[in-house]
């Protein structure tokens, strides 16, 4: 079963996506490690951020990792890169 789910880019992942929001289909279940992964391989060049990165599903912060997401059609998740330039 999947869900589409809005994908929304901010800050350097807008850069390196060359987009600020698009809509995936992904597992309805899935880890964030797994949909970082997806997310990389439609977009090779967020790779780079990979260390950095955070999302926010529902506008909760989840690392990415091995927790499950539950996600439902229509839920936003942003990638937010590191805040500070570093």
Do not use: N
Request: net charge negative; glycine share 6%; hydrophobic share 50%.
């Amino acid at each position: 079963m999947h869900s589409g789910v809005s994908v929304l880019y901010f800050a350097r992942s807008a850069e390196l996506a060359g987009l600020r929001c698009e809509t995936l289909s992904v597992p309805r279940q899935i880890t964030a490690l797994q949909l970082w992964e997806e997310i990389v391989r439609l977009h090779p060049r967020l790779a780079v951020i990979r260390d950095q990165v955070v999302f926010a599903v529902r506008q909760e912060y989840v690392l990415l990792g091995d927790q499950l997401l539950v996600l439902q059609p229509g839920d936003e998740v942003a990638i937010i890169p590191p805040i500070s330039g570093g």
